[in-house]
């Protein structure tokens, strides 16, 4: 079946960037409309939604990371893009990518395996 796969972690200092990177398999975001989010899981912390992209570009960010991270998507739509800034030491997080089919509303249907950031002070 259909499952997504998250790349681009790593360990920087604090102030620096990543790109993470989000793609489907057995799964298409080219067709349909479908919302896909970025999620943490930070230690001590509750998992949260960071930042959201719909089919149609519509996007929405969470308050920790608004105006540092960047959500997008190619223009082929086969591939879903989170760019970290000027990463915080409390970024440091497992993130996951998930894959709604319709709206950003809707429940999550795949999950990714998770990719590794961590920010050093």
């Known amino acids: 079946q259909a499952w997504l796969v998250e790349s681009g972690g790593g360990s920087v200092q604090a102030g620096g960037s990543l790109t993470l990177s989000c793609v489907a398999s057995?799964?298409?975001?080219?067709?349909?409309?479908?919302?896909v989010g970025w999620f943490r899981q930070a230690p001590g912390k509750e998992r949260e939604e960071v930042a959201a992209?719909?089919?149609?570009?519509?996007?929405n960010y969470a308050d920790s990371v608004k105006g540092r991270f960047t959500i997008s998507q190619d223009n082929a739509k086969t591939r879903v893009y989170l760019q970290l800034n000027s990463l915080k030491p409390e970024d440091t997080a497992i993130y996951y990518c998930?894959?709604?089919?319709?709206?950003?509303?809707?429940?999550?249907?795949?999950w990714g395996q998770g990719t590794q950031v961590t920010v050093s002070s």
């Open positions: 998930a894959a709604r089919l319709g709206s950003c509303r809707a429940r999550v249907l795949l």
């Open positions: 992209i719909d089919s149609g570009g519509s996007t």
């Open positions: 057995g799964y298409t975001f080219n067709s349909g409309s479908w919302c």
